[in-house]
């Protein structure tokens, strides 16, 4: 689960099911991912298992407004980008290899950056669609790169949903 804290942080931490399948163990909590955050909005906030296992993390740009550090272009923080981390290889997960900084050159978590606040996504067979939203509601969904045609293909690693600039 992906909650913000009493400090405002962002925490994903692991639980495990109680005798009721349907409740979790709160005494099994294992935190997996902390994010401190800046201002108090754009936290993001889902994260889902993708068809190809990884545990992807939707993590907004920080919060104020027009990401004023431009925190979502600057691949070495984690803040305004999805991020795709491999739960199952190591504790409390490592970076899947071909991530497209997983080389270097930033961090390695970070599928796609240029995300104001993918506070929801969704897997539609191998896309992923991240939920961009602007004023009031979500009025749009799956852009990637600078060309409004293009869907946000999972393989389209290292998609630039376009920061501060698009929204
Ligand atoms: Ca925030």
Not at 23 to 40: E, I, K, R, W
Not at 92 to 112: D, H, K, M, Q
Request: proline content about 7%.
């Amino acid at each position: 689960m992906d909650y913000t804290d009493l400090n405002g942080d962002t925490r994903v931490e692991r639980y495990q099911v109680s005798a009721d399948s349907n409740v979790a163990d709160t005494a099994s909590h294992h935190l997996v991912l902390f994010v401190a955050q800046p201002y108090p909005n754009h936290n993001g906030g889902l994260v889902m298992f993708g068809p190809d296992g990884m545990l992807y993390i939707g993590m907004g740009d920080g919060g104020s407004g027009g990401d004023p550090q431009n925190r979502a272009q600057n691949p070495d923080s984690l803040l305004g980008k999805l991020l795709r981390i491999d739960v199952d290889g190591g504790d409390p997960y490592v970076n899947p290899p071909n991530n497209p900084y997983a080389g270097g050159g930033g961090r390695g978590e970070i599928w796609a950056i240029g995300l104001r606040n993918p506070w929801r996504f969704a897997f539609l067979r191998s896309h992923c669609w991240p939920a961009l939203h602007r004023g009031r509601g979500t009025e749009r969904m799956g852009r990637s790169g600078r060309r409004a045609q293009d869907p946000g293909r999972l393989e389209l690693r290292l998609a630039d949903h376009g920061g501060r600039a698009l929204l």
